[in-house]
């Protein structure tokens, strides 16, 4: 008795071991086959419970989403104590190994969340826009000019990038440098399109 009151889990720490459980699934499959169900199996706990945690299966998802999508943005803040340029390589360099290390989760939100409903894919534009946002500051340190085209090029250069990323991550073989490069260049090359367009 006294063995199982010791490892009983306070209620934080019980959201918090189920939410882990969520992510952990995301691993090999896609969000959309995390049912309460599968949670509570997976997590050793009575389905009963796991509703006490999330009153719906797309509160949950939401919550699943976004435990993975704070780990993925803390993984890549931006060094602010680097130079802009560096500072955009350095993150890259750390998103292609947050990529890596972390490839099943990653692919299954930003490939998976096509078919998810409009909460969860909100979450992970959320993360879209900050990453976003963290290029259009250090181009601004650059001294180039915030314009629509450049905030359209941006986002969608994110989007790109993810799926470089999540191609790239497959192949245990690629660089991670090699793909830093190449999606350094891609960028420069998007934000001299932007600088000429009229958007």
Do not use: C, K
Not at 75 to 90: F, G, M, S, Y
Not at 93 to 108: C, I, Y
Not at 134 to 159: K, M, S
């Amino acid at each position: 008795m006294s063995s199982e009151r010791r490892n009983r889990l306070t209620p934080d720490e019980r959201r918090t071991q189920l939410l882990a459980t969520g992510v952990n699934f995301l691993a090999d499959h896609a969000l959309e086959g995390l049912t309460m169900d599968e949670l509570a199996r997976r997590a050793g706990v009575s389905r009963a419970l796991a509703f006490h945690y999330f009153d719906s299966t797309q509160g949950m998802h939401r919550a699943v989403v976004t435990m993975a999508r704070d780990a993925m943005v803390h993984a890549t803040v931006p060094n602010q104590e680097l130079p802009p340029r560096e500072r955009i390589d350095d993150t890259l360099l750390r998103f292609a190994r947050f990529v890596r290390d972390h490839r099943g989760t990653f692919s299954s939100l930003v490939r998976g969340i096509a078919s998810g409903d409009p909460t969860v894919r909100a979450v992970v534009d959320e993360s879209r826009e900050l990453n976003a946002s963290h290029l259009r500051d250090a181009f601004v340190e650059l001294g180039v000019p915030v314009t629509r085209a450049l905030t359209i090029t941006l986002r969608a250069w994110v989007a790109f990038t993810e799926e470089v990323l999540v191609t790239a991550a497959a192949d245990d073989h690629t660089d991670d440098s090699a793909i830093v490069s190449f999606l350094s260049r891609s960028l420069d090359g998007a934000v001299e399109a932007a600088r000429d367009s009229t958007l």
